[in-house]
Each structure stands twice: as C-alpha cells, then as structure tokens.
Nanobody, 126 residues
Framework: QVQLVESGGGLVQAGGSLTLSCAAS????????MAWFRQAPGEEREFVGG????????NYKDSVKGRFTMSRDNAKNTVSLQMNSLKPEDTAVYYC???????????????????WGQGTQVTVSS
C-alpha cells in the first residue's frame, strides 16, 4: 500500500500563486507515475498534470500548460505542483494520485490510478 498526503491548498486572488505538495509513504518503490487531479463542485474529477517517478517526464492538461509545473523529489518521496497565474476556474479540490501503470507519460484516466490522497482545497477569488 501507498499513502499519499497533500498539503498547501488555500485561498488566493486571481493572478496569484500556490504550491501544492504530496508526500508518499509505504511501498513507494511500486510507484511508476504520480499525478494531480482536481474536482470542482458538480464536475467530474479531471487530470491536471502527471510526472513519471523515475524519469521526471511531465504532461499537463492543456488549460494549465505554461502556468502549472510539476516536480518530484525522489529522495523525499514528494511531488509538487507549482501553480502560477491562477484563475477562478482553477478553484477545486486537488487530489494527488499514484499509479503502478507504465507508459511514456503519466496516464490521464482516473481509473488508472491505484492510490489517492484525501484532497486539498484551492480557492481562487476574482
């Protein structure tokens, strides 16, 4: 089993920045990739960005490209999501997820992920 704990959410004005962190523990050697998803009220949970645990290759949802950046620290078993130029439509609960599924990029499908964090709220005011 892998446990994931997110931190760093909060309230920020439009145009501001936030950094989310996700700490992984347990059988972390089984992780192939990690990702951030988000879910706004009344919406489906959607892929935001992913990173391959070993190679560090990233992929992003189109609407966040150039604004959001994922990184990982293998020694500390953490991944981060740096979010800049935030918009009100970025408001959601953000979830960290980990998968054992392999591929060049982290998968975008929610069903591909084996482990999930509890989520952290990000609210962007206009």
């Amino acid at each position: 089993q892998v446990q994931l704990v997110e931190s760093g959410g909060g309230l920020v004005q439009a145009g501001g920045s936030l950094t989310l962190s996700c700490a992984a523990s347990g059988r972390t050697f089984s992780i192939y990739a990690m990702a951030w998803f988000r879910q706004a009220p009344g919406e489906e949970r959607e892929f935001v960005g992913g990173i391959r645990w070993g190679a560090g290759i990233t992929n992003y949802k189109d609407s966040v490209k150039g604004r959001f950046t994922m990184s990982r620290d293998n020694a500390k078993n953490t991944v981060s999501l740096q979010m800049n130029s935030l918009k009100p439509e970025d408001t959601a609960v953000y979830y960290c997820a980990a998968t054992r599924a392999t591929g060049y990029y982290a998968p975008r499908e929610r069903s591909a992920y084996d482990y999930w964090g509890q989520g952290t709220q990000v609210t962007v005011s206009s």
